[in-house]
């Protein structure tokens, strides 16, 4: 099963009840066995099941009854091969994967009462690494939803040169449609409509090969897609998609009646950058719609961005120290964010 599916590995809703759940080392330690064997430890090596020895000086490694070989809680997870306490890493973890506007370096080390700079600089990073690397898979795959898909500018605000539009980046988003099931609490104005997953990317310009192959990236063939009317957008049919174009979209009304979920994602995404210091960098706006995204997409279920930042999670959304340090993953920086 997955782990993120596991309710026994349970989700702390408050600092308290975070302390209480993971209030040592050894607390840790027994999550992330507990994370990956949930029916009892199975050794990697020799393949024989039952309780394995733990030494209490080494909280993250188990060692085998039988062939007595040592295992590795963090292999694989972003705490590999790192000398800070498991519970250090856990507390940062959630400590990022709270705090939407993102942290310093300096506030981090101070929050995590770490005596080295160095060693808050490089949790921070890895953490991040794993917030700003994109999502892999297409979204709009469930029956039933479609997918909104539109352009915005954002950011342009340069310190003395006022807002003009020449420093604003086009950004490309596409979000999944979904209804709230009959019966529950409905906002009327949405007509019970409320936001799945998004995607975001940085666009060059307005033509079809852009906001097209965008597009293509992002949403699985055969999806029902909702734009305006622009020209951009009008090839997406012949491209395998069911496409819907809506006239008028300049009109409030009609924006709000027939995209009203994409343009609410544009407004959180641009109150969010106006949140991180002054602004974002064009160089540096591809991570940070990265980090939005992964916070985004998992606003419902706090715990998995902190499993996910662990890389504990499992599945196609955890990065793994092999992943995240291999040559073929190069590691995005946000100055704006988090450094
Ligand atoms: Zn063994």
């Given amino acids: 099963m997955d782990v993120l599916d596991r309710t026994d590995l349970a989700f702390p809703q408050s600092l308290p009840e975070f302390q209480q ?3 040592d080392d050894a607390a840790c330690a027994a999550y992330l066995e507990r994370a990956r064997w949930g029916d009892g430890f199975v050794c990697p090596h020799c393949s024989v099941v039952g309780e394995p020895f733990r030494i209490a000086t080494r909280p993250g490694v188990l060692t085998c009854r039988a062939c007595r070989r040592q295992t590795g809680l963090t292999v694989g997870t972003v705490m590999e091969r790192r000398h800070t306490p498991l519970s250090t890493w856990f ?3 959630y400590l990022v994967a709270s705090q939407t506007q993102g942290m310093s370096a300096v506030q981090f080390q101070r929050q995590l009462g770490l005596t080295r700079y160095e060693t808050a600089f490089g949790i921070l990073h ?7 690397r994109p999502d892999q898979d297409r979204i709009g795959a469930r029956a039933g939803e ?3 898909v539109d352009e915005t500018y954002v950011g342009g605000r340069t310190r003395g040169e006022g807002r003009g539009v ?5 950004v490309t988003a596409a979000v999944e ?3 709230r099931e009959p019966g529950t609490a409905q906002d009327k104005r949405k007509d019970g409509r409320y936001a799945g997953r998004v995607r975001l990317s940085t ?3 307005r033509s079809a090969a ?5 597009v293509e990236s992002a949403v699985m063939p055969g999806a029902l897609i909702v734009t305006d009317d622009w020209g951009g957008y009008a090839s997406l049919r012949k491209r395998g998609y069911d496409h819907h174009a809506i006239a008028e979209c300049g009109d409030p009304e009609v924006a709000e009646e027939f995209m009203p979920i994409i343009h609410l994602v544009f407004s959180n995404l641009k109150t969010w950058l106006n949140g991180i210091h002054h602004g974002v960098s064009a160089k540096h706006l591809q991570a940070c719609l990265n980090e939005f995204t992964f916070r985004f997409n998992r606003r419902f279920y706090p715990f998995n961005a902190f499993r996910s930042l662990l890389g504990i999670a499992g599945g196609a959304n955890a990065p793994t120290y092999a992943e995240l340090y291999s040559g073929d993953w190069r590691h995005p920086t946000c100055s704006g964010c988090l450094h």
């Fill in 21 to 23: 759940l993971f209030p």
């Fill in 210 to 214: 852009s906001l097209c192959g965008f």
């Fill in 91 to 93: 507390w940062a973890a």
């Fill in 146 to 148: 479609h997918v909104e």
């Fill in 177 to 179: 449609v979904r209804h």
């Fill in 203 to 205: 666009a060059t310009d």
């Fill in 166 to 170: 020449h420093h604003k980046t086009l």
């Fill in 126 to 132: 890895k953490l991040r690494a794993g917030m700003v």
